[in-house]
């Protein structure tokens, strides 16, 4: 009996990986898409998408899976629950059942209309204009709605995206942490706009040579752990990181030849994310479960753990701050470290969230999260989108975004579909603050090792708690697991104001 249920378990497994290797062909292409195709290739490059993920999708959901799984659940196999072949069994089940639900057409559709949308954003975004962009999103929308009800819900039709990218999480239960983070959040962010500190933003805002800026972000990229003999850097209108299969993961970022911060911050989060994937153990679990990231809250956690937390600390700039000067020394040469230190950790309303300060940060997301809910509640038409975005961030910033580019067309999110995806993003800090505590019970010389630019410990830590775990746990089972208490909101309070209360309010 039990070695049928290993043959059934490899068949499985044989089955599932074939199906990732030809998403992973997507993924390829996905890259392309956003790198060097030229943009007269969208159409076809549209087709290829769509043609690719519907022959995945049938893949994923073919009977022969459902009939292995239905005799694998009962076996042996599962007896312990967090053993990583009832892990890959249990997780398998949960997305084939979604998967299951959604025709092929319908898999193909939003393949080819979220590629045309990525193309038709990106020229709307560079002449900051909605109405080019307005019509194709309304289509993407419609289909978010049609995948709402093909999964089904309890509650909220909310709750069918957002458990695509935060499993097991639903709206309410999201909508609440939040509450608890607005209520301790806001009050902070007002006493530090009462404060009237600003640094020298002078420092970080002035001629920096883009091949110097590349350089230098690569080698503090590959200083903290990222494998670049398993990856590479390039250039895209919209930072992100993309991990292709065993050996091969990318990420991706833009550069600002007027700004120091915004390439350098963006290649130290992506690297995080990278480094992320590079930790997934890929080589033995390819395509299954536990060789895939718990949730993209989890995910973020990882990547603004390294670009906040890490890379925006004193302790990492005592290692690098000497090397940023020797870079760019008609620059840096004079300035002091603590002027350095307070220009990069500026805290004020801007109107592009990948270049938000860490305390304003959520309030980006807030303002996302709520207009989804009116698109997905049809509460909040396509053509007004714009207007409601104005307005709310005038409310919540003190500030009007000058033009649609600098508004509701800054995220590529909506192009691709990803509804529900945002509030990972804040989730994410939460998920980052409260395993960073308990990284520092566990290594309470960390930070030493930072000054003298040694980040393998934090790293290790990281693979061994989170990466190497796949999906072994949910996201909530798992920040319990490693921290020993659920997720709070809490610990990222308490990091920002030990950090920043010095900075503008002492």
């Known amino acids: 009996m039990a070695e049928d249920a290993k043959k059934l378990y490899e068949e499985l497994i044989e089955k599932r990986r074939k199906a990732a290797l030809l998403g992973s062909a997507g993924s390829i292409l996905g890259w392309d898409e956003r790198t060097y195709m030229p943009r007269g290739g969208v159409e076809h490059r549209a087709n290829q998408m769509a043609l690719i993920s519907g022959m995945a999708h049938e893949m994923f959901t073919s009977p022969e899976i459902g009939e292995l799984l239905s005799k694998l659940e009962d076996s042996e196999l599962v007896k312990e629950r967090t053993s990583p072949e009832a892990a890959n069994i249990r997780e398998i089940r949960r997305s084939y059942n979604k998967d299951t639900k959604l025709p092929r057409e319908l898999v193909e559709e939003i393949s080819s209309t979220t590629t045309k949308a990525q193309g038709i954003w990106q020229d709307a975004r560079k002449k900051a204009d909605f109405s080019i962009f307005k019509d194709i999103l309304g289509k993407v929308f419609e289909l978010n709605f049609r995948v709402a009800e093909a999964y089904g819900y309890e509650k909220d039709p909310y709750d069918a995206l957002l458990d695509d990218y935060e499993p097991h999480a639903t709206t309410e239960e999201v909508a609440r942490v939040f509450a608890g983070l607005r209520d301790d959040l806001v009050p902070f962010v007002e006493k530090i706009k009462d404060s009237g500190k ?64 915004q390439a350098f911050f963006g290649v130290i989060h992506e690297s995080g994310h990278g480094i992320y994937e590079q930790g997934l153990r ?43 000067q020797q ?23 801007s109107f592009i969230r990948v270049d938000a300060d860490e305390v304003t940060y959520c309030l980006h997301i807030l ?13 909040i038409k396509v053509a007004d989108i714009p207007g409601i975005w104005n307005e709310k961030f005038t409310e919540y910033f003190g500030i009007t975004p000058p033009d649609d580019a600098q508004g509701c067309l800054q995220d590529i999110h909506w192009s691709m579909g990803a509804l529900g995806y945002f509030p990972t993003y804040a989730l994410g800090n939460l998920y980052a603050a409260q395993f960073y505590a308990k990284a520092l019970k566990d290594m309470p010389n960390l930070h030493d090792e930072f000054e003298k630019g040694n980040f393998s410990s934090l790293k290790k830590w990281l693979n061994e708690k989170i990466h190497f775990q796949g999906k072994r746990y949910p996201a909530t089972e798992l920040v319990k697991e490693v921290t020993g208490k659920p997720l709070s909101h809490k610990p990222f309070m308490e990091y920002l104001e030990k950090k920043f209360s010095p900075l503008y309010l002492d």
């Open 367 to 379: 303002l996302r999260f709520e207009i989804e809910q009116g698109i997905i509640h049809k509460e």
């Open 282 to 324: 890929k080589d033995e679990n390819f395509g299954l479960p536990m060789g895939q990231s718990v949730s993209l809250g989890i995910h973020e956690s990882q990547s603004l753990c390294w670009e906040n937390i890490v890379s925006r600390g004193k302790p990492f700039w005592k290692h690098f701050f000497p090397r940023a």
């Open 327 to 349: 870079t760019y020394p008609e620059i840096l040469g004079d300035v002091k470290f603590d002027d350095f230190y307070f220009a990069i950790n500026d805290v004020r309303p």
């Open 198 to 261: 600003h640094p020298d933003m002078s420092i970080i805002e002035n001629d920096y040579d883009i091949h110097r800026q590349k350089l230098f972000a690569k080698a503090a990229s590959a200083a903290i752990g990222f494998d670049y003999s398993k990856g590479r850097l390039d250039e895209t209108t919209h930072p992100f990181c993309t991990g292709i299969g065993y050996g091969d993961t990318r990420i991706l970022t833009r550069y600002n030849p007027k700004h120091f911060g």
